[in-house]
């Protein structure tokens, strides 16, 4: 589960990334936040994956306190959750496989098991042929796959994916779309960052939307743009 | 950590080190460069100081005679205690020797057989090297002596240029570890600097530190015992090819040089250990160094 209460970030030079934002991610959910441009999205995901620390508020996820956690215990933490990056972040020098393994050699998983689970989860997302291929020698599409295979590998209780579709085609992108919601089935949280609305209406799911650090909107994928025609949006600012 | 995780580490840090082969030879290269320039200084000051031994150590002194007072000379010679035995040297003698040390063949030192400038002299031998000042001021006081060659006179003034080269040497060695401990650390940092991101990553997905830090770890110790080795072999064929060229000249001075030289096997061991001692320590901490400034993530 994740929680957001009255959260507050504001960045060393004056800049006010997310204010007084709250709410909360149950366990199974499949959550889409979407915003422009500086709406406060990366810093949400960056303040999860406790890359930053709030100004003010509270954040809870997997039971982890993160304002008071222990520069020690993060490691530990993140292992809990899987993350996707729009720019990938495989580590170039080691091969699909190793890519894979590598998060779960970090949690101390060895020999065999390493073995059978990065096989089986290269095999879901259709990638056994190539696993000892580098990620240059694999297009956009794959190498994403290779990075929710790494993300999954560790059977975290919750995704988060920062614009996965970003920087592949759009043929492509349905079909990550379309594996993350299948992975959400299983029963991992999934919170996927996004800003292409087609992909968001596509999947029909809750929504949270930011503008300018604040939450505008958290609804249903349906109410919310039936919401946006009908004039009834659903403002949960402090209007 | 697990011992099975242990063992992927080294084999990842000894990886590490082709991957990044590039910046990896630039490391060694530097690396290998301060060591030499240190093992020379180290050489050339060990070098110093044993032929200041070696002159010191020769109890022979070299009595210049005025012409005509050899047996007179002779006499007041054998009447000094600590003087074992001396031998006649002529100044025809004196002068062939010096011509053949000098140049082989030819007649190019013909005009000098007709017209010798070298004094006689007696080759002296003493008993107690110790009280060799006191033996050399009794042949001053003989009549008929022009200058007595002592080896002390030698000897006291290599010392003094050793002991400038010495103070100078421990200035520049100071010098060059500085400057070294510089240019290495910036390779290492550039190294580090270039997978800033892999570090990135690495703590993205749950790597604690001990995780990420171990085969840089290993990488900076195998990139400095490979520099400690490469230097040492580089010295070692320097030195051999330096005592072969002595060899070859027949200038007076050279044999003793040689005679004097400290053989390599005899540092070769501190050297060696110094070097790897230098080596891991600079690789090691300067790769651990390094790379917790990227950590914080």
Redesign the interface.
């Known amino acids: 589960m994740i929680l957001f209460s009255n959260v507050s970030k504001e960045y060393a030079n004056g800049a006010v990334a997310l204010d007084n934002v709250s709410f909360t991610v149950d366990t199974g959910e499949f959550v889409f936040v979407v915003g422009h441009s500086g709406a406060g999205k990366s810093t949400i995901m960056k303040l999860i994956?406790r890359?930053e620390k709030a100004t003010s508020g509270q954040i809870e996820v997997n039971g982890y306190d993160l304002q008071g956690i222990r520069r020690?215990q993060i490691?530990?933490?993140?292992?809990s959750i899987g993350?996707v990056f729009q720019d990938f972040?495989?580590?170039?020098?080691m091969t699909i496989y190793d890519n894979v393994a590598?998060?779960l050699?970090?949690?101390?998983v060895?020999?065999r098991e390493i073995r059978k689970r990065v096989l089986y989860i290269l095999d879901l997302v259709g990638l056994l042929p190539k696993a000892r291929c580098f990620p240059h020698q694999v297009s956009g599409g794959e190498q994403q796959r290779v990075a929710l295979a790494?993300a999954l590998v560790?059977n975290p209780s919750i995704i988060i994916a920062d614009e996965p579709t970003g920087n592949i085609d759009p043929e492509l992108s349905n079909g990550v779309m379309e594996l993350l919601d299948e992975i959400n089935k299983c029963g991992p949280t999934i919170v996927v960052v996004s800003h292409e609305h087609n992909l968001v209406k596509k999947l029909n799911k809750r929504v949270i939307n930011l503008e300018n650090g604040r939450m505008i909107a958290d609804t249903g994928l349906g109410d919310w743009f039936k919401g946006e025609e009908d004039g009834k949006r659903q403002r949960l600012d402090e209007e | 950590m697990k011992l099975s995780n242990l063992g992927y580490l080294l084999r990842q840090g000894v990886k590490n080190v082709w991957l990044n082969r590039l910046l990896s030879a630039a490391s060694i290269g530097v690396l290998t460069v301060c060591f030499l320039l240190i093992g020379t200084a180290v050489l050339f000051s060990r070098n110093l100081g044993s032929f200041v031994h070696g002159i010191e150590k020769k109890n022979e002194l070299v009595v210049f005679l005025e012409d005509n007072t050899s047996k007179h000379v002779a006499e007041q010679l054998k009447k000094i205690k600590n003087i074992a035995s001396f031998t006649f040297v002529s100044k025809e003698a004196a002068l062939k020797l010096q011509l053949e040390t000098l140049y082989e063949g030819g007649d190019l030192f013909d005009e000098l057989n007709r017209d010798n400038p070298l004094p006689d002299c007696y080759r002296v031998t003493l008993h107690d090297v110790d009280i060799i000042k006191k033996t050399v001021d009794k042949i001053n006081k003989i009549h008929g002596i022009v200058h007595v060659n002592s080896p002390n006179d030698v000897a006291q003034i290599i010392t003094t240029i050793k002991n400038t080269v010495n103070y100078a040497g421990i200035v520049i060695v100071a010098f060059l570890l500085f400057v070294s401990l510089f240019i290495v650390a910036t390779t290492i940092k550039m190294t580090i600097y270039d997978r800033r991101r892999e570090i990135n990553i690495m703590k993205f997905v749950g790597a604690n530190n001990i995780f990420i830090r171990v085969p840089f770890l290993v990488e900076g110790l195998i990139l400095g015992i490979i520099s400690a080795f490469l230097a040492y072999g580089m010295l070692y064929l320097g030195y051999s090819y330096m005592f072969d060229v002595l060899a070859k000249f027949k200038v007076a001075v050279l044999p003793m040089i040689k005679e004097n030289m400290v053989p390599f096997q005899e540092i070769s061991a501190y050297l060696l250990s110094g070097f790897l001692y230098l080596g891991s320590i600079i690789g090691t901490f300067g790769s651990v160094f390094f790379v917790r400034k990227h950590l914080k993530v």
């Open positions: 994956m890359e020690r490691s530990r933490y993140r292992r993350m972040r495989l580590i170039n020098q590598f998060a050699r970090v949690t101390g060895v020999g790494r560790n």
